[in-house]
Protein backbone atom coordinates (compact mmCIF):
# COMPACT_ATOMS: atom_id res chain seq x y z
CA UNK A 1 0.00 0.00 0.00
CA UNK A 2 0.72 3.52 -0.88
CA UNK A 3 -1.48 5.71 0.91
CA UNK A 4 0.91 6.75 3.66
CA UNK A 5 -1.35 9.11 6.23
CA UNK A 6 0.81 12.38 7.58
CA UNK A 7 1.28 12.59 11.38
CA UNK A 8 -2.00 14.73 12.50
CA UNK A 9 -1.36 18.16 12.84
CA UNK A 10 -3.64 21.35 14.46
CA UNK A 11 -5.29 19.11 17.17
CA UNK A 12 -8.11 20.65 18.41
CA UNK A 13 -10.13 20.15 21.76
CA UNK A 14 -12.07 22.85 21.97
CA UNK A 15 -15.81 21.61 21.77
CA UNK A 16 -18.65 21.48 23.20
CA UNK A 17 -21.64 19.07 23.78
CA UNK A 18 -22.87 19.29 20.61
CA UNK A 19 -20.42 17.80 18.87
CA UNK A 20 -20.33 14.90 21.11
CA UNK A 21 -24.10 14.44 20.99
CA UNK A 22 -23.90 14.23 17.30
CA UNK A 23 -21.48 11.93 17.29
CA UNK A 24 -23.15 9.65 19.69
CA UNK A 25 -26.38 9.61 17.32
CA UNK A 26 -23.90 9.47 13.90
CA UNK A 27 -21.83 6.44 15.32
CA UNK A 28 -24.38 4.09 17.23
CA UNK A 29 -23.49 5.65 20.97
CA UNK A 30 -26.42 7.12 22.78
CA UNK A 31 -29.74 7.37 20.91
CA UNK A 32 -32.68 9.62 22.30
CA UNK A 33 -34.76 6.77 24.31
CA UNK A 34 -38.35 6.60 22.39
CA UNK A 35 -37.15 8.40 19.73
CA UNK A 36 -39.85 7.67 17.53
CA UNK A 37 -42.68 8.73 19.60
CA UNK A 38 -40.88 11.93 20.39
CA UNK A 39 -38.83 10.43 23.20
CA UNK A 40 -38.40 10.60 26.58
CA UNK A 41 -37.29 13.40 28.89
CA UNK A 42 -34.26 11.79 30.90
CA UNK A 43 -33.73 8.17 29.68
CA UNK A 44 -31.52 7.44 26.61
CA UNK A 45 -30.58 4.52 24.74
CA UNK A 46 -27.11 2.80 24.43
CA UNK A 47 -26.84 1.96 20.69
CA UNK A 48 -24.37 -1.14 19.55
CA UNK A 49 -21.16 0.79 20.23
CA UNK A 50 -22.38 2.57 23.40
CA UNK A 51 -23.21 -0.76 24.55
CA UNK A 52 -19.98 -2.19 24.43
CA UNK A 53 -18.03 1.15 25.68
CA UNK A 54 -20.46 0.84 28.98
CA UNK A 55 -19.44 -2.60 29.16
CA UNK A 56 -15.97 -2.37 28.86
CA UNK A 57 -16.00 0.11 31.68
CA UNK A 58 -17.89 -2.24 33.78
CA UNK A 59 -15.43 -4.76 33.35
CA UNK A 60 -12.52 -2.81 33.79
CA UNK A 61 -14.18 -1.98 37.25
CA UNK A 62 -14.83 -5.45 37.84
CA UNK A 63 -11.30 -6.28 37.23
CA UNK A 64 -9.90 -3.43 39.35
CA UNK A 65 -12.42 -3.42 42.32
CA UNK A 66 -13.21 -7.20 42.05
CA UNK A 67 -11.99 -9.91 40.63
CA UNK A 68 -8.65 -7.76 41.35
CA UNK A 69 -9.19 -8.64 44.92
CA UNK A 70 -9.65 -11.14 47.78
CA UNK A 71 -11.72 -8.70 50.07
CA UNK A 72 -14.38 -8.34 47.84
CA UNK A 73 -18.01 -9.72 47.12
CA UNK A 74 -19.94 -9.07 44.13
CA UNK A 75 -23.57 -8.90 44.75
CA UNK A 76 -27.15 -8.04 42.45
CA UNK A 77 -29.89 -7.51 44.66
CA UNK A 78 -33.45 -6.90 43.54
CA UNK A 79 -34.28 -3.24 41.92
CA UNK A 80 -37.93 -3.47 44.00
CA UNK A 81 -37.58 -3.67 47.48
CA UNK A 82 -39.70 -3.77 50.59
CA UNK A 83 -41.10 -0.16 51.35
CA UNK A 84 -39.39 -0.67 54.88
CA UNK A 85 -36.36 -0.44 53.63
CA UNK A 86 -36.72 3.32 52.08
CA UNK A 87 -38.72 4.01 54.94
CA UNK A 88 -35.46 3.05 57.75
CA UNK A 89 -33.46 5.26 56.18
CA UNK A 90 -35.72 8.38 55.89
CA UNK A 91 -35.61 8.28 51.93
CA UNK A 92 -39.24 8.14 52.14
CA UNK A 93 -39.61 11.30 54.28
CA UNK A 94 -36.31 13.19 52.76
CA UNK A 95 -35.04 11.77 49.71
CA UNK A 96 -36.37 15.41 47.87
CA UNK A 97 -34.70 18.46 45.66
CA UNK A 98 -36.10 21.73 45.89
CA UNK A 99 -38.71 22.60 43.31
CA UNK A 100 -39.63 25.84 42.05
CA UNK A 101 -42.36 27.13 39.73
CA UNK A 102 -42.59 30.14 37.75
CA UNK A 103 -45.52 32.07 37.89
CA UNK A 104 -45.27 33.66 34.54
CA UNK A 105 -44.84 30.06 32.29
CA UNK A 106 -45.84 27.84 34.70
CA UNK A 107 -42.32 25.63 34.34
CA UNK A 108 -40.94 24.05 37.13
CA UNK A 109 -36.99 23.56 38.01
CA UNK A 110 -34.95 22.40 40.36
CA UNK A 111 -34.08 25.34 42.14
CA UNK A 112 -30.34 24.49 43.13
CA UNK A 113 -29.21 23.84 39.57
CA UNK A 114 -31.19 27.62 38.25
CA UNK A 115 -28.64 30.17 37.12
CA UNK A 116 -28.26 32.87 39.72
CA UNK A 117 -28.91 30.56 42.36
CA UNK A 118 -26.63 29.67 45.51
CA UNK A 119 -27.76 26.68 48.20
CA UNK A 120 -25.79 25.76 50.66
CA UNK A 121 -27.57 23.43 53.41
CA UNK A 122 -31.29 24.74 54.33
CA UNK A 123 -29.66 28.44 53.05
CA UNK A 124 -30.06 30.20 49.65
CA UNK A 125 -29.36 33.18 47.56
CA UNK A 126 -30.86 35.18 44.61
CA UNK A 127 -28.90 37.29 42.24
CA UNK A 128 -31.64 40.17 42.27
CA UNK A 129 -30.80 39.67 38.22
CA UNK A 130 -31.21 35.75 38.02
CA UNK A 131 -34.19 34.88 35.53
CA UNK A 132 -36.28 32.33 34.60
CA UNK A 133 -34.84 29.75 31.68
CA UNK A 134 -37.86 29.32 30.18
CA UNK A 135 -39.13 32.61 29.92
CA UNK A 136 -36.85 35.30 30.97
CA UNK A 137 -38.75 36.34 34.05
CA UNK A 138 -37.39 37.62 36.98
CA UNK A 139 -36.65 35.21 39.56
CA UNK A 140 -37.31 37.32 42.55
CA UNK A 141 -40.90 38.33 42.68
CA UNK A 142 -42.28 35.28 40.03
CA UNK A 143 -41.12 32.47 41.95
CA UNK A 144 -42.12 31.15 45.77
CA UNK A 145 -39.63 29.84 48.22
CA UNK A 146 -38.82 26.00 47.10
CA UNK A 147 -40.80 23.13 48.46
CA UNK A 148 -39.54 19.84 48.92
CA UNK A 149 -40.27 17.23 45.71
CA UNK A 150 -39.27 13.44 46.35
CA UNK A 151 -37.16 12.02 43.21
CA UNK A 152 -38.58 8.25 44.42
CA UNK A 153 -40.53 6.49 41.78
CA UNK A 154 -43.64 4.93 43.50
CA UNK A 155 -45.28 1.68 41.99
CA UNK A 156 -48.00 -0.98 43.31
CA UNK A 157 -46.50 -4.96 44.21
CA UNK A 158 -49.11 -7.42 43.33
CA UNK A 159 -53.37 -7.24 42.70
CA UNK A 160 -54.76 -5.08 45.73
CA UNK A 161 -53.88 -1.68 45.65
CA UNK A 162 -53.65 0.17 49.31
CA UNK A 163 -50.72 1.51 50.74
CA UNK A 164 -49.08 -2.09 52.14
CA UNK A 165 -48.72 -2.92 48.33
CA UNK A 166 -46.56 0.21 47.65
CA UNK A 167 -43.15 -0.15 46.95
CA UNK A 168 -40.23 1.94 45.01
CA UNK A 169 -37.82 1.76 41.90
CA UNK A 170 -34.41 2.06 43.67
CA UNK A 171 -33.11 5.89 43.84
CA UNK A 172 -29.45 4.08 44.18
CA UNK A 173 -28.16 0.62 44.45
CA UNK A 174 -26.35 1.11 47.66
CA UNK A 175 -29.70 -0.03 50.16
CA UNK A 176 -29.57 -3.66 48.56
CA UNK A 177 -26.20 -4.18 49.63
CA UNK A 178 -26.61 -3.30 53.46
CA UNK A 179 -30.01 -5.20 53.73
CA UNK A 180 -27.61 -8.00 52.37
CA UNK A 181 -24.96 -7.23 54.66
CA UNK A 182 -25.94 -10.55 57.16
CA UNK A 183 -26.42 -12.99 54.05
CA UNK A 184 -22.69 -12.16 52.99
CA UNK A 185 -21.34 -12.42 56.33
CA UNK A 186 -23.00 -16.00 56.95
CA UNK A 187 -22.58 -17.50 53.68
CA UNK A 188 -18.94 -15.95 53.28
CA UNK A 189 -17.23 -15.32 56.30
CA UNK A 190 -15.28 -12.90 55.33
CA UNK A 191 -12.74 -11.42 56.91
CA UNK A 192 -12.44 -7.63 58.45
CA UNK A 193 -11.95 -5.31 56.55
CA UNK A 194 -13.72 -6.41 53.05
CA UNK A 195 -16.03 -5.16 50.59
CA UNK A 196 -19.52 -5.56 48.88
CA UNK A 197 -19.92 -4.20 45.14
CA UNK A 198 -22.90 -3.83 42.32
CA UNK A 199 -23.06 -2.43 39.38
CA UNK A 200 -26.96 -1.95 38.84
CA UNK A 201 -30.17 0.45 37.72
CA UNK A 202 -31.74 3.30 39.83
CA UNK A 203 -34.34 5.32 38.87
CA UNK A 204 -35.00 9.07 40.21
CA UNK A 205 -38.05 11.11 39.52
CA UNK A 206 -35.56 14.34 38.20
CA UNK A 207 -37.55 17.63 38.15
CA UNK A 208 -34.89 18.78 35.10
CA UNK A 209 -32.86 16.95 33.61
CA UNK A 210 -30.77 17.69 31.32
CA UNK A 211 -26.83 17.82 30.01
CA UNK A 212 -27.89 14.77 27.79
CA UNK A 213 -26.43 11.80 29.50
CA UNK A 214 -25.07 13.10 32.61
CA UNK A 215 -28.90 14.06 34.37
CA UNK A 216 -30.95 11.07 34.04
CA UNK A 217 -34.23 9.77 35.62
CA UNK A 218 -32.73 5.82 34.90
CA UNK A 219 -29.53 5.39 36.01
CA UNK A 220 -26.64 3.34 35.95
CA UNK A 221 -24.78 2.75 39.42
CA UNK A 222 -21.17 1.12 40.19
CA UNK A 223 -21.01 0.85 43.98
CA UNK A 224 -19.08 0.12 46.86
CA UNK A 225 -19.76 -0.86 50.91
CA UNK A 226 -16.53 -1.21 52.42
CA UNK A 227 -16.63 -2.68 55.67
CA UNK A 228 -13.85 -1.45 58.49
CA UNK A 229 -13.32 -1.21 62.02
CA UNK A 230 -14.77 1.79 63.37
CA UNK A 231 -11.31 3.19 64.31
CA UNK A 232 -10.28 2.30 60.91
CA UNK A 233 -12.20 4.43 59.04
CA UNK A 234 -9.21 7.36 58.34
CA UNK A 235 -6.68 5.63 56.62
CA UNK A 236 -9.14 3.64 54.25
CA UNK A 237 -10.76 6.47 53.33
CA UNK A 238 -7.03 7.58 52.13
CA UNK A 239 -6.69 4.14 50.65
CA UNK A 240 -10.19 4.42 48.54
CA UNK A 241 -8.98 7.79 47.17
CA UNK A 242 -6.16 6.59 45.83
CA UNK A 243 -7.90 3.92 44.39
CA UNK A 244 -10.08 5.88 42.40
CA UNK A 245 -7.75 8.08 41.07
CA UNK A 246 -5.74 5.43 39.68
CA UNK A 247 -8.61 3.50 38.24
CA UNK A 248 -9.81 7.00 36.44
CA UNK A 249 -6.51 7.17 34.70
CA UNK A 250 -6.37 3.89 33.54
CA UNK A 251 -9.55 4.42 31.91
CA UNK A 252 -7.98 7.55 29.93
CA UNK A 253 -10.30 10.07 31.77
CA UNK A 254 -8.54 13.42 31.53
CA UNK A 255 -6.87 13.48 34.94
CA UNK A 256 -6.55 17.45 34.25
CA UNK A 257 -9.93 18.19 34.23
CA UNK A 258 -10.68 16.06 37.62
CA UNK A 259 -11.05 17.63 40.60
CA UNK A 260 -11.39 16.51 44.36
CA UNK A 261 -13.52 18.40 46.59
CA UNK A 262 -14.11 18.44 49.91
CA UNK A 263 -17.67 18.79 50.94
CA UNK A 264 -18.40 20.93 53.92
CA UNK A 265 -20.14 20.16 57.05
CA UNK A 266 -23.30 21.77 56.33
CA UNK A 267 -23.41 20.14 52.54
CA UNK A 268 -22.88 17.03 53.89
CA UNK A 269 -24.95 14.08 54.36
CA UNK A 270 -26.46 13.90 58.26
CA UNK A 271 -24.54 10.50 58.76
CA UNK A 272 -21.19 11.71 57.16
CA UNK A 273 -18.03 12.44 58.74
CA UNK A 274 -16.43 13.35 55.10
CA UNK A 275 -17.15 13.26 52.02
CA UNK A 276 -15.31 13.83 48.96
CA UNK A 277 -16.97 14.57 45.42
CA UNK A 278 -14.54 14.09 42.44
CA UNK A 279 -15.56 16.21 39.79
CA UNK A 280 -15.05 16.69 35.62
CA UNK A 281 -14.79 19.54 34.13
CA UNK A 282 -18.02 19.42 31.46
CA UNK A 283 -18.59 21.65 29.06
CA UNK A 284 -21.59 22.98 31.09
CA UNK A 285 -19.48 22.85 33.94
CA UNK A 286 -17.16 21.83 36.75
CA UNK A 287 -19.80 18.76 37.95
CA UNK A 288 -19.79 15.82 40.04
CA UNK A 289 -18.38 12.58 38.54
CA UNK A 290 -17.54 9.80 41.30
CA UNK A 291 -18.42 10.12 44.97
CA UNK A 292 -16.19 9.13 48.22
CA UNK A 293 -18.26 9.18 51.62
CA UNK A 294 -17.76 7.78 54.76
CA UNK A 295 -21.04 6.18 55.99
CA UNK A 296 -20.07 5.33 59.51
CA UNK A 297 -22.44 2.75 61.10
CA UNK A 298 -25.21 4.74 59.91
CA UNK A 299 -27.20 2.11 57.49
CA UNK A 300 -26.32 -0.71 59.39
CA UNK A 301 -27.99 0.77 62.86
CA UNK A 302 -31.09 1.85 61.24
CA UNK A 303 -31.92 -1.13 59.56
CA UNK A 304 -31.10 -3.18 62.53
CA UNK A 305 -33.04 -0.71 64.48
CA UNK A 306 -36.09 -0.97 61.97
CA UNK A 307 -35.81 -4.89 61.00
CA UNK A 308 -35.19 -5.99 64.73
CA UNK A 309 -32.24 -8.47 62.88
CA UNK A 310 -28.64 -8.06 64.39
CA UNK A 311 -26.67 -6.33 61.86
CA UNK A 312 -23.43 -6.95 63.55
CA UNK A 313 -19.85 -8.65 62.59
CA UNK A 314 -17.94 -10.90 65.13
CA UNK A 315 -14.57 -10.34 65.34
CA UNK A 316 -12.27 -13.78 66.19
CA UNK A 317 -9.25 -12.95 65.53
CA UNK A 318 -7.92 -11.84 69.11
CA UNK A 319 -7.58 -14.02 72.01
CA UNK A 320 -11.69 -12.96 72.29
CA UNK A 321 -14.58 -12.42 70.01
CA UNK A 322 -15.27 -8.81 69.19
CA UNK A 323 -18.74 -7.72 68.33
CA UNK A 324 -19.33 -4.59 66.56
CA UNK A 325 -21.70 -2.62 64.18
CA UNK A 326 -18.82 -1.66 60.95
CA UNK A 327 -18.47 1.50 59.71
CA UNK A 328 -18.60 2.02 55.84
CA UNK A 329 -16.42 3.92 53.39
CA UNK A 330 -18.60 3.97 50.30
CA UNK A 331 -16.75 4.77 46.84
CA UNK A 332 -19.75 5.86 44.36
CA UNK A 333 -19.26 5.63 40.68
CA UNK A 334 -21.89 7.08 37.98
CA UNK A 335 -21.49 4.37 34.91
CA UNK A 336 -23.42 6.84 32.73
CA UNK A 337 -21.54 9.94 33.47
CA UNK A 338 -18.25 7.88 33.14
CA UNK A 339 -19.21 7.37 29.72
CA UNK A 340 -19.52 11.00 28.82
CA UNK A 341 -16.61 12.32 31.02
CA UNK A 342 -14.34 9.13 28.72
CA UNK A 343 -16.21 10.69 25.54
CA UNK A 344 -15.13 14.29 26.17
CA UNK A 345 -11.85 13.28 27.73
CA UNK A 346 -11.16 11.21 24.12
CA UNK A 347 -12.66 13.60 21.23
CA UNK A 348 -10.46 15.22 18.72
CA UNK A 349 -10.24 17.59 15.86
CA UNK A 350 -7.47 17.37 13.63
CA UNK A 351 -6.17 17.35 9.98
CA UNK A 352 -4.48 14.57 8.29
CA UNK A 353 -3.75 14.71 4.50
CA UNK A 354 -5.27 18.32 4.55
CA UNK A 355 -8.46 17.46 5.50
CA UNK A 356 -10.65 17.71 8.64
CA UNK A 357 -11.16 14.34 11.26
CA UNK A 358 -12.22 13.50 14.17
CA UNK A 359 -11.44 10.58 16.10
CA UNK A 360 -11.58 9.60 19.83
CA UNK A 361 -8.41 8.58 21.54
CA UNK A 362 -10.13 5.86 23.97
CA UNK A 363 -7.61 3.82 25.61
CA UNK A 364 -7.61 0.05 24.65
CA UNK A 365 -8.93 -1.13 27.31
CA UNK A 366 -12.54 0.46 27.11
CA UNK A 367 -12.52 1.22 23.14
CA UNK A 368 -15.65 -0.81 21.67
CA UNK A 369 -12.75 -2.44 18.98
CA UNK A 370 -9.18 -3.01 20.11
CA UNK A 371 -8.85 -2.95 15.95
CA UNK A 372 -10.66 -3.29 12.81
CA UNK A 373 -9.46 -5.94 9.92
CA UNK A 374 -10.32 -5.09 6.01
CA UNK A 375 -9.31 -6.32 2.17
CA UNK A 376 -7.88 -3.57 0.45
CA UNK A 377 -10.86 -4.62 -2.32
CA UNK A 378 -13.65 -6.25 -1.13
CA UNK A 379 -14.79 -7.42 -4.81
CA UNK A 380 -10.91 -9.60 -4.88
CA UNK A 381 -11.69 -12.79 -3.14
CA UNK A 382 -8.61 -14.10 -2.46
CA UNK A 383 -7.93 -10.53 -0.68
CA UNK A 384 -11.20 -11.84 1.80
CA UNK A 385 -10.45 -14.94 2.44
CA UNK A 386 -7.11 -13.83 3.59
CA UNK A 387 -8.49 -10.90 5.47
CA UNK A 388 -11.09 -13.58 7.02
CA UNK A 389 -8.37 -15.51 8.20
CA UNK A 390 -6.58 -12.97 9.94
CA UNK A 391 -10.17 -11.27 11.47
CA UNK A 392 -10.88 -14.85 12.90
CA UNK A 393 -7.00 -14.77 14.89
CA UNK A 394 -7.87 -11.25 15.96
CA UNK A 395 -11.38 -12.06 17.43
CA UNK A 396 -9.28 -15.31 18.88
CA UNK A 397 -6.66 -12.98 20.58
CA UNK A 398 -8.38 -9.88 21.04
CA UNK A 399 -11.97 -10.63 21.07
CA UNK A 400 -13.18 -6.94 20.33
CA UNK A 401 -12.56 -6.77 16.70
CA UNK A 402 -14.47 -5.49 13.99
CA UNK A 403 -15.05 -6.38 10.25
CA UNK A 404 -15.27 -3.48 7.79
CA UNK A 405 -15.08 -3.20 4.50
CA UNK A 406 -17.57 -0.32 3.87
CA UNK A 407 -16.55 2.03 1.14
CA UNK A 408 -12.72 2.47 0.36
CA UNK A 409 -10.15 2.14 2.64
CA UNK A 410 -9.59 6.10 3.34
CA UNK A 411 -13.33 6.45 4.67
CA UNK A 412 -12.84 3.13 6.77
CA UNK A 413 -9.97 4.44 8.48
CA UNK A 414 -11.85 8.08 9.08
CA UNK A 415 -15.12 6.03 9.88
CA UNK A 416 -12.97 3.63 12.92
CA UNK A 417 -11.06 6.88 13.95
CA UNK A 418 -14.19 8.93 14.94
CA UNK A 419 -15.14 5.75 16.90
CA UNK A 420 -11.95 4.95 18.65
CA UNK A 421 -10.90 2.08 17.26
CA UNK A 422 -6.90 1.98 18.00
CA UNK A 423 -5.60 -0.06 15.25
CA UNK A 424 -6.63 -0.52 11.70
CA UNK A 425 -5.09 -3.97 9.67
CA UNK A 426 -5.28 -3.75 5.88
CA UNK A 427 -4.20 -6.88 3.68
CA UNK A 428 -3.65 -6.13 0.29
CA UNK A 429 -2.09 -8.12 -2.50
CA UNK A 430 1.61 -8.17 -0.86
CA UNK A 431 0.00 -10.00 1.98
CA UNK A 432 -0.32 -12.94 -0.29
CA UNK A 433 2.87 -12.91 -1.40
CA UNK A 434 4.96 -12.34 2.04
CA UNK A 435 2.37 -12.94 4.64
CA UNK A 436 2.51 -9.45 6.15
CA UNK A 437 0.05 -7.01 6.60
CA UNK A 438 -0.06 -3.08 7.09
CA UNK A 439 -0.98 -2.12 10.67
CA UNK A 440 -2.35 1.82 11.24
CA UNK A 441 -2.06 3.81 14.46
CA UNK A 442 -5.38 5.84 14.75
CA UNK A 443 -3.89 8.60 16.73
CA UNK A 444 -0.89 9.37 14.32
CA UNK A 445 -2.07 7.78 11.21
CA UNK A 446 1.47 6.12 10.65
CA UNK A 447 1.70 2.71 8.99
CA UNK A 448 4.00 -0.34 9.57
CA UNK A 449 3.93 -3.32 8.07
CA UNK A 450 3.69 -5.97 10.53
CA UNK A 451 3.70 -10.00 9.93
CA UNK A 452 0.60 -11.95 10.64
CA UNK A 453 1.64 -14.48 12.65
CA UNK A 454 3.53 -10.94 14.58
CA UNK A 455 -0.09 -8.74 14.92
CA UNK A 456 -0.80 -10.19 18.12
CA UNK A 457 2.50 -9.26 19.69
CA UNK A 458 2.93 -6.23 18.15
CA UNK A 459 -0.80 -4.98 19.55
CA UNK A 460 -0.53 -6.37 22.52
CA UNK A 461 3.37 -4.20 22.84
CA UNK A 462 1.55 -0.73 22.01
CA UNK A 463 -1.38 -1.56 24.17
CA UNK A 464 1.18 -2.05 26.97
Known sequence: MNNKEEKNKNINISFGMEEIVSLCKRRGFVFQGSEIYGGLSGTYDYGPLGTLLKNNIKNSWLDKFVHGRDDMYLLDAAILMN?????????????????????????RFRFDTLDGVSVSGINFKIDPDATCPKCGALIVGNMDEPSLFNMMFSTKVGAVDDSAATTYLRPETAQGIFVNFKNVVDSMNPKMPFGIAQIGKAFRNEITPRDFIFRLRELEQMEIEYFVKPGDWERYFEYWKDEMTEWMEDIGLDMKKIHDEEIGEQDRAHYSSRTIDFEFEYPFGKKELYGLAYRGGYDLSKHAESSGQKLQYVDQSGESSDVFTPHVIEPSFGLDRTVLAILLSAYREDEMNDEKRVYLALSPKVSPYVCAVSPLLKNKEELVMKAREVFRNMKDAFGRVVWDDNGNIGKRYRRQDEIGTPFCITIDFESLEDGSVTLRDRDTGEQERVKIEDLEETINSKIK
Do not use: I, M
Request: charge should be positive; include cysteine; charged fraction near 30%.
Open 83 to 107: QKVWQATGHVDHFSDPLVECKKCKS
